[in-house]
């Protein structure tokens, strides 16, 4: 054994000491069982490793069609594009504030609609899921993108129409409203093209 390996031994047990004083004894590793407690080092540190790398986020497509089936939960999607005569895909969903107060879709659209028909998909989908959640969210955000103009990512995809369901068409009295008041509520479409 060498002067440096038998410094390296000392400070892995000073270590190693100093990471176990609940056993209330000191530990005394020499040759083999020092190759042991390196190599076990080493494992554990290459299995995190291993761990991490493959923690790896979705690709697009799939992360979007299992959005698109969690929004399925919420909507019936056939049924709303038998009303409306719109065929739609759920791109996205997300919910923000403390409770789930606002509720975000992407819609992509297979073909242009006029703007009366994109207020009455917006409706279709909003009162969807007022019918199945009643109680869950305070105000609505729907953004409708063209299926051929989708970029890499649904955020990076310009829309051409947003849709707002508001209490009293108002920003700020979302959460301030009763949530079983949705009659006061406003629909306002914006067309941004």
Not at 22 to 43: D, H, P, S
Not at 143 to 159: C, M, N
């Amino acid at each position: 054994m060498t002067a440096e390996q038998s410094h390296l031994d000392i400070k892995l047990l000073s270590m190693i000491n100093k990471t176990h004083p609940l056993l209330g004894r000191e530990f005394t590793i020499q040759g083999n069982e020092m190759k042991k407690v390196g190599t076990i080092i080493v494992l554990i540190s290459f299995t995190t490793i291993i761990f991490c790398l493959s923690c790896k986020k979705a690709p697009l497509e799939k992360s979007m069609l299992q959005t698109a089936q969690l929004a399925g939960i919420e909507i019936d999607i056939r049924k709303i594009e038998n009303l409306t005569g719109v065929q739609f895909n759920i791109l996205k969903t997300e919910t923000i504030g403390y409770t789930p107060r606002h509720k975000f879709y992407w819609v992509s659209l297979k073909k242009k609609v006029s703007g009366q028909k994109v207020k009455e998909l917006a409706d279709s989908i909003i009162k969807e899921i007022i019918a199945k959640k009643p109680k869950t969210y305070h105000s609505f955000t729907i953004h409708f993108l063209r299926e051929h103009e989708l970029g890499e990512s649904v955020e990076g995809s310009k829309s051409f129409a947003r849709a707002n369901f508001l209490p009293e068409g108002d920003w700020a009295k979302v959460g301030r409203v009763p949530i079983t008041e949705y009659k006061d509520y406003k629909l306002t479409i914006t067309l941004i093209e």
